[in-house]
């Protein structure tokens, strides 16, 4: 099974930071990764797929890219709203996995 | 309009049983690979199983031999047969169904495995 491992596992920053989490692949595999955000109580929100595409409806100040085994989320301008949980997810085998998410929280 | 909605979920006694179900409109279940994700309470996310389309099954180490996953076509609809409960399989579990660059989810059910 290909595991992923996120860091950081807590962020804190400011409105108007960059932001950018790392997910690392025990292996190497294409580009069959996606980036989630979740809030409390909701189910989780689409952003990247294929590593890089944006998802349907998805702010441009969010940005996918990797390739390989690393792969990384950027928040180009961090705004009150995206103070949430990310994860990332593979589905490039047939077990899917998840990192263990990011929170990012208000500095 | 795409709903994905979940139900079957409650409080059950540790080897105990419990089917989950995930009934779907927008689409069509058949035609598409579905998957359960859960999360257990202040913990991340936790890929469950999978179907697909032509009806392969996958599963996580941690549930395989205890979950079934199927679907029933007529109902469009999708389960998970909770078999052989543990205290670490209580969770909000989710249907969900990525088609990028849309993606779907129930609002998940909760199920407590505990005496």
């Known amino acids: 099974d290909i595991q992923m491992t996120q860091s950081p596992s807590t962020l804190s920053a400011s409105v108007g930071d960059r932001v950018t989490i790392t997910c690392r692949a025990s292996?190497?595999?294409?580009?069959?990764l996606a980036w989630y955000q979740q809030k409390p109580g909701r189910a989780p929100k689409l952003l990247i797929y294929?590593?890089?595409s944006l998802g349907s409806g998805v702010p441009s100040r969010f940005s996918g890219s990797g390739s390989g085994t690393e792969f990384t989320l950027t928040i180009s301008s961090l705004q009150p709203d995206d103070f949430a949980t990310y994860y990332c997810?593979?589905?490039?085998?047939?077990?899917?996995?998840f990192g263990q998410g990011t929170k990012v929280e208000i500095k | 309009e795409v709903q994905l909605v979940e139900s079957g979920g409650g409080l059950i006694q540790p080897g105990g049983s419990l089917r989950l179900s995930c009934a779907v409109s927008?689409?069509?279940?058949?035609?598409?690979?579905m998957s359960w994700v859960r999360q257990a309470p202040g913990k991340g996310l936790e890929w469950v199983s999978l179907i697909y389309s032509g009806g392969s099954i996958h599963y996580a180490d941690s549930v395989k031999g205890r979950f079934t996953i199927s679907r029933d076509n007529s109902k469009n609809t999708v389960y998970l047969q909770m078999n052989s409960l543990r205290a670490e399989d209580t969770a909000v579990y989710y249907c969900h169904r990525l088609a990028a660059p849309f993606d779907y989810w129930g609002q998940g059910t909760l199920v407590t495995v505990s005496s």
């Open positions: 294929k590593a890089s």
């Open positions: 927008g689409f069509i279940v058949g035609s598409n690979y």
């Open positions: 997810q593979q589905y490039n085998s047939y077990w899917e996995t």
């Open positions: 292996q190497s595999f294409s580009d069959w």
